[in-house]
C-alpha cells in the first residue's frame, strides 16, 4: 500500500524555520520524483517543487527559491525540506506525492505569523 507521511509542521513567526519531512512506503521510491503541494486557506492546492529520483535535481516555484531547500535519503524512503525565512504566505497545509500513486496524506499544517 503506497503511503505519504508528512510530518515537521509547525507554528513560527516571520524569518522562522521549519523542517518538513515524507516518509514514504509501498513503491520503489529511489525511481521516483518526489512533488510538494501546498495549500492555503481558502485556495486549491498548489504544486511548488520537486527533487528527482537520486536528489540531483531539484524545482521550486519562484518565491521559495533561496529560501527552501531539498534533499532525500533513498534507504530510508524519505525527503525532506528545509523551509527557512518563512513568510505568512508560506501558511497552509504541506504534502508530498506522486502523481497517480496512492492517496494524499495527512500534510503538516504550516503557520507563519506574528
Known amino acids: 500500500q503506497v503511503q505519504f507521511v508528512e510530518s515537521g509542521g509547525g507554528f513560527v513567526q516571520p524569518g522562522g524555520s521549519l523542517r518538513f519531512s515524507c516518509k514514504t512506503s509501498?513503491?520503489?521510491?529511489?525511481?521516483?520524483?518526489i512533488y510538494w503541494y501546498r495549500q492555503a486557506p481558502g485556495k486549491e492546492r498548489e504544486l511548488f517543487g520537486s527533487i528527482s529520483p537520486a536528489g540531483d535535481s531539484v524545482y521550486y516555484i519562484d518565491s521559495l527559491k533561496g529560501r527552501f531547500t531539498a534533499s532525500r535519503d533513498n534507504g530510508e524512503n524519505t525527503v525532506h525540506l528545509q523551509m527557512n525565512n518563512l513568510k505568512p504566505e508560506d501558511t497552509g497545509v504541506y504534502y508530498c506525492?506522486?502523481?497517480?500513486?496512492?492517496?494524499w496524506g495527512q500534510g503538516t499544517q504550516v503557520t507563519v505569523s506574528s
Open positions: 506525492k506522486v502523481p497517480g500513486l496512492g492517496s
Open positions: 509501498g513503491f520503489a521510491f529511489s525511481r521516483y520524483s
